[in-house]
Every structure is written in C-alpha cells, then in structure tokens.
C-alpha cells in the first residue's frame, strides 16, 4: 500500500508554500521529513492529511485520489497524524483517552478498554492507565497523543515533531517506539523532526524540504552528505 502526493502546491495570498512537490510513503517504512524553518513540512502534511487543500497536485492511496475528501475522511481512509502541540482529554484516564477513539469506532466499552491496554503497554504507558491524564508528566502525554493516533488503525501514521521538548533520554526511547510501529501495526510512518540525532538512526528513507521545494532525498546516510543539505541547514542545525 501506497500513499501519495503528487506535484503538490499550496499558496496562502502571493506567497508560495509548497511549489510542486511529491512524496511517496509505502506501509512499513519511516519516512523522514526535515528542513529548516518555513520549509513547508507541516503544511506538507496539513495536505497530507486533510487540513488543507492544495492549489494544484492530489495526494492518493494505492491511486485512489483522496484530495477532496473532508478532513474526516482522512482518518477513515487510513491516514492518521499527530500535532506539534499535546492534546489529551484532561478530564479523562489516560486509558480512557485512548479507548474514546476505539467508541467512536463502533467497538463496545469492554472491547475498546482491552485494545486501548494492548497500546498502552506497547507505549510503555500500562502503569498509568487508571489515572488521570492530566497528571502524566510531559514526555508521557506525548506518548499518549501516538497511543490514540494508534487507536485509529493507520494504514500511514503521520508524525509533526514528535520529539519536541523530550530530554535526549526521552527522545531516544521514543525512537526506539517508532521505529517498531511499521511491524507491529502494519503502517508506513512520516515523522517531521528537527532532532537530527534521532531521524538519521529512525528513518528508512528521508527527504529534505527548503523554500517549499524537495533538496534531496534519499538514505540518512545519503542526506548527512548531501552538500544542497548542508547549505540549508547553514546556520540553523548541524547535521549529526
């Protein structure tokens, strides 16, 4: 299974934030997506997931073109992503945070809290499901906005910053998750990143955007290079 955006362009007034770019995401992979500030790699993926509609270009799954559904309609055709900023439902239990997204499914209340425990506990979260989400420390809701994205049952799970604010110990045990997602939920995985330590030993494939455009893309190893790359980053972040 594929998901693709082909030749996308979005425009806000006179300015440009993407100019023509594609990007393809198969099931079992973790695709990187960098650049510096003002890229265009969240509105990349606000077209990817259904929070924005392009000027030109469509974004499919398998050919099946997607790019006028609602934004709802994304989640159903299986593509599901995470925001930059923690969301979770304060007022509930850190399980029934994520037994809310297996409800709204259809599943029982029984079968939603036995799947929302098999998450959990991949998430490393099993220890903290009777309590209050809004007493988890902030690494751990971070973990708790991927477990209901996970709830959805992606076919491609799209990931804006997931790192952000995580101490290096943090950022690198969430590595560690990701990277086993693909196999244990069968799902492609996009992750917007500006930790360069932890996309260079997470991601399969990674494409760099600057100005809007695709740079480069290719293995990390490929990347780190990469002289187009470098240039970018010039300044901002250094390649690890």
Same mark, same amino acid.
Request: glycine share 10%; hydrophobic share 45%; proline share 5%.
């Given at each position: 299974?594929?998901?693709q955006?082909?030749?996308?362009?979005?425009?806000? !007034?006179?300015?440009?934030?993407?100019?023509?770019?594609?990007?393809?995401?198969?099931?079992? &992979? $973790?695709?990187?997506?960098? #650049?510096?500030? !003002?890229?265009?790699?969240?509105?990349?993926? @606000?077209?990817?997931?259904?929070?924005?509609?392009?000027?030109?270009g469509?974004v499919?799954?398998?050919?099946?073109?997607?790019t006028r559904?609602p934004a709802?309609? =994304?989640?159903?055709? #299986?593509?599901?992503?995470?925001?930059?900023?923690?969301? $979770?439902?304060?007022?509930?239990?850190?399980?029934? @945070?994520? &037994? $809310?997204?297996?409800?709204?499914?259809?599943? !029982?209340?029984? &079968?939603?809290?036995?799947?929302?425990?098999a998450?959990?506990?991949?998430?490393?979260?099993?220890?903290?499901?009777?309590?209050?989400?809004?007493?988890?420390?902030?690494?751990?809701?971070r973990?708790l906005?991927?477990a209901?994205?996970?709830?959805?049952?992606? *076919? =491609?799970?799209?990931l804006?910053?997931?790192?952000?604010?995580?101490a290096?110990? &943090?950022a690198?045990?969430l590595? *560690?998750?990701?990277?086993?997602?693909?196999?244990?939920?069968?799902c !492609?995985?996009?992750?917007?990143? *500006? @930790?360069?330590?932890?996309?260079?030993?997470?991601c399969?494939?990674?494409?760099?955007?600057?100005?809007?455009?695709?740079?480069?893309?290719?293995?990390?190893?490929?990347?780190?290079?990469?002289?187009? $790359?470098?240039?970018?980053?010039? #300044?901002?972040?250094?390649?690890?």
């Amino acid at each position: 299974m594929l998901l693709q955006a082909r030749g996308v362009t979005v425009r806000f !007034g006179g300015i440009v934030a993407i100019d023509d770019v594609s990007l393809t995401l198969a099931k079992g &992979e $973790v695709l990187g997506l960098i #650049g510096p500030n !003002g890229a265009g790699k969240t509105t990349l993926v @606000n077209v990817l997931s259904g929070f924005q509609r392009p000027a030109r270009g469509a974004v499919d799954i398998d050919g099946d073109d997607c790019t006028r559904l609602p934004a709802r309609g =994304f989640p159903r055709a #299986g593509i599901v992503r995470t925001f930059q900023a923690v969301r $979770v439902f304060r007022g509930l239990t850190v399980s029934e @945070n994520v &037994e $809310v997204a297996y409800v709204a499914q259809g599943f !029982g209340r029984a &079968e939603a809290r036995r799947r929302a425990a098999a998450i959990l506990d991949d998430l490393e979260l099993a220890p903290k499901s009777d309590r209050s989400a809004s007493g988890l420390s902030y690494g751990q809701k971070r973990r708790l906005g991927l477990a209901r994205a996970l709830a959805a049952n992606p *076919h =491609f799970l799209l990931l804006d910053e997931p790192a952000a604010g995580l101490a290096p110990a &943090e950022a690198t045990d969430l590595r *560690h998750l990701i990277a086993d997602l693909p196999s244990k939920y069968d799902c !492609g995985v996009l992750v917007i990143e *500006h @930790n360069m330590a932890l996309i260079m030993n997470l991601c399969d494939r990674i494409q760099v955007l600057d100005g809007g455009r695709t740079i480069a893309a290719g293995t990390p190893e490929a990347i780190r290079t990469d002289p187009r $790359v470098r240039q970018a980053y010039l #300044g901002s972040t250094r390649l690890q």
